[in-house]
């Protein structure tokens, strides 16, 4: 069975800075990829990043990076130069090559970014 | 990419009632999914919408309670049966079009029972 773990609720975050949300998974699936998704309060899915199980290096985009760390089974999402636009709800995913195409979701992080 | 349109956005119904829920893409793709996600929380995955079979559904989740259709690879949709309040939260139609890559997500329908 997969699972996904984030144990951060809310994180509060000062314009500007960086932040780190948590995630941790479980897979017994040899391969598999992990996504983050934002989720503002109009509702919307927004992909912001994926990562292969088999990647050497850490996935980035734009202002977004992920820290992979395969031993741990972690894949923090790090945001950096936190903008106002960036609260939101922000989940992690996972999907297992053994798993039929399934993606499945953490509990999520809500993201307050201060002025 | 995929563009998805999915029908209603929102809705209000009469307990008892039943709903159907349309997920239109803008391209065949292989997998189409129906996720729940419930005030406050994360998206539950329903089920699997297989073209031209019955859906595969993840545990707790019937298919007399939340019957899909799925005849060709750009449609499906998701029925909401015999609705009581707990069913109110909002249903997403969900693509992907490889291992490797991102779900994409219909706009989401949110549904209040009263």
């Known amino acids: 069975a997969q699972k996904i773990t984030q144990t951060q609720p809310g994180m509060f975050v000062q314009e500007k800075e960086a932040v780190t949300l948590d995630c941790t998974y479980d897979?017994?699936?040899?391969?598999?990829?992990l996504f983050w998704y934002k989720q503002p309060s109009s509702g919307e899915m927004i992909f912001l990043i994926y990562?292969?199980?088999?990647?050497?290096q850490n996935a980035t985009e734009g202002r977004y990076s992920l820290n992979f760390q395969k031993a741990r089974k972690s894949a923090n999402l790090v945001i950096s130069a936190s903008q106002l636009g960036d609260s939101a709800m922000y989940f992690c995913?996972?999907?297992?090559?053994?798993?039929?195409?399934?993606?499945?979701f953490g509990a999520g992080t809500r993201l307050f970014v201060k002025a | 990419s995929a563009v998805i349109s999915q029908k209603p956005s929102r809705d209000i119904c009469q307990r008892g009632t039943s709903l159907t829920i349309q997920c239109q893409v803008d391209?065949?793709?292989?997998?189409m999914f129906w996720y729940r996600q419930q005030p406050g929380q994360s998206l539950t995955l329903i089920a699997t919408a297989n073209q031209g079979s019955e859906a595969t559904y993840e545990s707790g989740f019937v298919i007399d309670k939340f019957p899909i259709s799925r005849p060709n690879l750009t449609f499906s949709t998701l029925t909401v049966s015999n609705m009581s309040p707990e069913d109110s939260s909002i249903y997403l139609c969900?693509?992907?079009?490889?291992?490797?890559?991102?779900?994409?997500f219909g706009q989401g329908t949110r549904l209040t029972v009263v």
């Open positions: 391209s065949q793709v292989t997998m």
């Open positions: 990562q292969g199980s088999y990647d050497q």
């Open positions: 897979t017994s699936d040899p391969s598999y990829g």
């Open positions: 995913a996972m999907r297992g090559h053994t798993g039929g195409f399934k993606t499945i």
């Open positions: 969900s693509v992907v079009q490889g291992m490797n890559t991102e779900a994409f």
